[in-house]
């Protein structure tokens, strides 16, 4: 089974801020690597898939990088409705889906 | 307009087996590269992925869950239904269906809003 362990766990930064979010596979996924958003009482919404490509709809601010084991998903500039929990889930083999990353108001 | 709805009980019983019926819209699971799958979160916990069934009938399951889950579709009546047996009161979650098309690596770019599962005597 692949894991997917994502870092941090919790952070909190302030509207403006640029926060970046890990999130790393046991085995290399090539670029089979997406992120979703999710927020209280809300199903997850899909912000990027293939590792960097950006979702329709979704904000410029919001980009991913990363092949084989390692992966990054960075917000440029934080704003207010970017408070949420963020996963990354791996396509490559199954699916599986990292812990979340907490992302609060500081 | 692609929209899914989970739908089934609210409370089983430990032992009990879910059965939990995924009805969509505004595709079609006979489509090449078309997928439904299912995935759980506990309350306050993460995202564990299920289990999902494509276009073709393939299917796949969380090697931890396979022997509990099956997963099938009626592609007449919009329809993917999974089934889980041996209910505990770990197995509490909202459960989602999502869809995912073949260009998407993937990625569940639609979900359903999800049903609350409670297990409990």
């Known amino acids: 089974d692949i894991q997917m362990t994502q870092s941090p766990s919790s952070l909190s930064a302030s509207v403006g801020d640029r926060v970046t979010i890990t999130c790393r596979a046991s085995q290399s996924i090539s670029s089979s690597l997406n992120w979703y958003q999710q927020k209280p009482g809300r199903a997850p919404k899909l912000l990027i898939f293939?590792?960097?490509s950006l979702q329709s709809g979704v904000p410029s601010r919001f980009s991913g990088s990363g092949s084989g084991t390692d992966f990054t998903l960075t917000i440029s500039s934080l704003q207010p409705e970017d408070f949420a929990t963020y996963y990354c889930q791996q396509s490559y083999s199954m699916r599986t889906f990292g812990q979340g990353t907490k992302v609060e108001i500081k | 307009q692609i929209t899914l709805k989970e739908s089934g009980p609210t409370l089983v019983k430990p032992t009990q087996t879910l059965t939990l019926t995924c009805t969509f819209s505004g595709f079609s699971l006979s489509t090449s590269g078309v997928s439904v799958g299912w995935i759980r979160q506990p309350p306050g916990k993460a995202l564990e992925w299920l289990a999902l069934?494509?276009?073709?009938?393939?299917?796949r399951y969380s090697p931890s869950l396979k022997s509990r889950l099956t997963i099938t579709k009626d592609t007449s009546k919009n329809q993917v239904v999974l089934t889980m047996t041996n209910m505990d009161p770990v197995d509490t979650a909202t459960y989602y269906c999502?869809?995912?098309?073949?260009?998407?690596?993937?990625?569940?770019?639609?979900w359903g809003q999800g049903t609350l599962v409670i297990v409990s005597s």
């Open positions: 069934i494509y276009w073709d009938d393939d299917k």
């Open positions: 999502a869809h995912t098309a073949g260009i998407l690596n993937g990625a569940m770019d639609h």
């Open positions: 293939a590792a960097s």
